[in-house]
């Protein structure tokens, strides 16, 4: 059946975490910048740090992943003062993780980077980095609570001034902490880490104060943190743990990719983190639409109307390529232009063009495939999405090692390996919609 959700619905969820998402990679693209200044051994470390601190961070992704269903469910059904129960019982997750996984990376990532990385620079600049920015969990864990809320009940425009503010703060500290300008201490990469957490701690005092102000607390019963409800905390760490654990392997595939990149040396690391940073700006509309199918999928199966999924899905792929094409414009080009904003070095440059080009075409190819793959999680069927995910990371990595170990290839064929996952992902994903039983997903 075809979808009576409009484009404007899709773009009115979806255009204020674009925005938001600006913002945020601004932190990914001004460390890079910023490091890149610094010399190669900072890029290549901030690019190890920086994805093994995304690999924590994955996991209260997927739980708010989860949350946002949840929420969106209840918003759809019109049961609104249930929504702010399961956001509080997110909190009494989440929080207790965000004390176990700092005290992980803290007391125990030193010893496991000494074990994996090769290179002795690159290994105490990383663990410099880990440091400081294991402070960050407790506010970002914070923030991925409150997104879920506002995304699930789709008023998402706070998430541009929180992730703007984030992103103005860390640029600001960034300039002054790494460098050591305006009388701040000269701390490199280490410097690039403090900024970040200052950043995250700024933008969950934001969230706070526009949650008491501006949310009307009654309607949702937000902020009562009444009696603890074991049916309703069991219900979401069901529906989240498979995302959790979704998000958690795919980072950690990705930071798997890094520590592989890293035998080929100093050089080719750098690279990719060139590379990596401009490809998360590629995926920036991709995470805005992926977060309206997660949200107005389970939203419309809470009305009854599951048949319209996948017209809907569709609907939000046309969408999605032309925003993805629009950015991808910009790589194709002006790949000197892009280059520049990361490093000044010539030979840097000249090594990242062809691992550009590659990642451009991957980013076309999953402006379809994360919106399908994100429809599945949507439907609820988040155990279904985490098998997909593992099947396809799988995959992903049998390839990368066989470039790297096996035919000895150079750094743009090892960015290949970005090709076979979104085709995978879309393909599996695809086939799961078309032809699987989520209709049957129950209340959540």
Not at 395 to 410: A, Q
Not at 422 to 442: M, P, V
């Amino acid at each position: 059946m075809r979808t009576t959700v409009t484009y404007s619905e899709i773009w009115k969820i979806a255009y204020p975490i674009i925005l938001g998402s600006i913002a945020q990679n601004l932190l990914n693209i001004t460390d890079t910048a910023f490091l890149g200044r610094v010399g190669e051994l900072a890029l290549g470390a901030g690019a190890i740090g920086g994805i093994y601190y995304l690999v924590v961070v994955m996991l209260a992704l997927g739980f708010g992943i989860g949350l946002q269903i949840i929420v969106a469910r209840r918003n759809g059904e019109g049961r609104y003062a249930e929504i702010g129960l399961t956001v509080e019982h997110g909190f009494y997750f989440l929080f207790p993780l965000a004390v176990i996984m700092f005290s992980v990376m803290k007391f125990f990532s030193t010893d496991l980077l000494g074990m994996i990385l090769e290179s002795e620079g690159v290994y105490e600049a990383t663990a410099g980095y880990i440091d400081y920015r294991s402070y960050g969990l407790f506010f970002v864990f914070t923030n991925f609570i409150f997104r879920s809320f506002y995304v699930g009940i789709a008023k998402t425009r706070v998430i541009i001034w929180s992730t703007a503010l984030l992103a103005g703060v860390n640029i600001f500290l960034d300039y002054c902490l790494i460098f050591g300008n305006l009388g701040f201490p000269e701390m490199g990469i280490e410097g690039a880490a403090l900024a970040s957490v200052i950043a995250e701690a700024t933008a969950t005092v934001y969230f706070i104060l526009y949650s008491v102000i501006v949310i009307p607390a009654k309607k949702y019963q937000l902020f009562r943190f009444g009696k603890f409800n074991m049916k309703l905390y069991l219900r979401i760490i069901r529906i989240s743990f498979p995302v959790m654990m979704q998000n958690f392997f795919s980072i950690a595939a990705w930071l798997t990719f890094f520590l592989l990149v890293e035998k080929m040396g100093e050089r080719d690391l750098a690279v990719s983190n060139i590379i990596r940073s401009f490809y998360v700006v590629l995926m920036i509309p991709l995470w805005g639409f992926s977060a309206a199918t997660n949200t107005l999928v389970s939203n419309i199966i809470g009305q009854g109307r599951g048949d319209e999924v996948v017209s809907l899905v569709f609907k939000i792929v046309r969408i999605s390529l032309t925003g993805v094409a629009i950015v991808v414009l910009m790589g194709f080009l002006f790949p000197d232009a892009v280059l520049r904003i990361y490093t000044n070095d010539p030979e840097i440059i000249q090594a990242s063009l062809p691992a550009l080009y590659v990642i451009n075409i991957a980013a076309l190819m999953l402006a379809a495939a994360f919106i399908v793959f994100s429809a599945v999680s949507g439907t609820g069927k988040t155990q279904i999405s985490f098998l997909i995910e593992i099947a396809v990371i799988t995959l992903y990595l049998v390839y990368t090692f066989f470039i790297i170990n096996i035919i000895k290839g150079n750094i743009s064929g090892v960015w290949t390996s970005e090709w076979v996952y979104a085709g995978l992902l879309f393909t599996l994903s695809f086939f799961y919609l078309k032809f699987g039983r989520w209709q049957e997903s129950g209340r959540l």
